[in-house]
């Protein structure tokens, strides 16, 4: 019995994967380890010619950059900003009590007029007229300490100059509107134009 039993578990485990018989008995056959790959051959470097074209290439576009930047216009003296700072504000009270619009402090020392003349400066356009008419004290201190000497490089001087409502020999009546503040100033604009100005840019002074 108990050879026969012998013999069986022998068979048994002969019958597994992985096994064999030697001198009756069952030996498990281990795997024999691969030899080592041969390292993966290092690709070639590319040729001379792939860097010569690349380099061409980036020179190209440099060469297209800065030609394109060369034929920009100027803004600093192609381009004249109108802001029309002359809102009563009157959805904002009492914090247009004694103040315009665009007068009224926003984030500590700022006003609201900040942002676009923020934005017209940062943009390169350094000369900046500012039409102001209710409440305009501190809107006119504001913008006279603010950017009073602050505007511009030395060769493109800029300023932000102050143009309030004002009656004359031909009109007799205050801003009737924002076209109508623009409309009156209009001789002045137009002299600019001897200056090298050939657009305008009219924004206004109390959008966020």
Avoid at 28 to 47: F, G, H, Q
């Amino acid at each position: 019995m108990a050879t026969a039993t012998g013999r069986t578990a022998t068979l048994r485990a002969a019958s597994r994967p992985g096994t064999a018989l030697r001198r009756g008995r069952a030996v498990v056959a281990r795997a024999t380890p691969a030899a080592n790959p041969s390292p993966r051959a290092a690709s070639p470097p590319p040729p001379k010619a792939a860097f010569a074209a690349a380099a061409e290439a980036a020179a190209a576009v440099a060469a297209a950059a800065s030609g394109s930047a060369a034929l920009a216009p100027d803004m600093s003296k192609t381009v004249l900003g109108i802001i029309l700072g002359g809102g009563a504000g009157s959805r904002l009270y009492p914090l247009t009590k004694k103040r315009a619009k665009p007068a009224v402090p926003l984030g500590g020392n700022y006003r609201l007029i900040d942002i676009p003349v923020s934005n017209c400066i940062n943009s390169g356009v350094n000369k900046i007229y500012t039409l102001t008419q209710f409440n305009s004290a501190s809107l006119n201190r504001h913008l006279a300490q603010a950017y009073n000497v602050n505007v511009g490089g030395y060769q493109s001087k800029g300023f932000v100059e102050v143009l309030a409502a004002s009656q004359s020999v031909t009109s007799k009546q205050w801003f009737q509107g924002t076209a109508d503040a623009v409309r009156q100033y209009l001789w002045l604009f137009e002299e600019s134009v001897r200056e090298g100005v050939e657009d305008y840019l009219i924004l206004s002074g109390d959008h966020l």
